[in-house]
Nanobody, 115 residues
């Protein structure tokens, strides 16, 4: 089992920045990809960015150039630096991790961008 705990959400004005963190614990040796998804109000959950243990990150087109994912394997933590935030970035952001067998999700953290 893997447990994921997010932090760093909140309220920010458009154009501002936030940094999300997600710490993994448990069977961390089994983790391949880590990343972030989000669920805007009234919409389905969608990919934001993922980072494999080795290799290049993958970003949704809507966040390319504004968001940066990074991963500290020594700390078992993944980060999401969000710059130039827009009201349409308002969502519950979920940390994600997967192994060869299953996916794991954090509890979610609210990000609200005011116009």
């Amino acid at each position: 089992q893997v447990q994921l705990v997010e932090s760093g959400g909140g309220l920010v004005q458009a154009g501002g920045s936030l940094r999300l963190s997600c710490a993994a614990s448990g069977s961390i040796f089994s983790i391949n990809n880590m990343g972030w998804y989000r669920q805007p109000p009234g919409k389905q959950r969608e990919l934001v960015a993922t980072q494999p243990s080795v290799g290049r990150a993958n970003y949704a087109d809507s966040v390319k150039g504004r968001f940066t994912i990074s991963r500290d394997n020594a700390k078992n933590t993944v980060y999401l630096q969000m710059n130039s935030l827009k009201p349409e970035d308002t969502a519950v952001y979920y940390c994600y991790a997967d192994s060869a067998y299953r996916a794991y999700w954090g509890q979610g953290t609210q990000v609200t961008v005011s116009s």
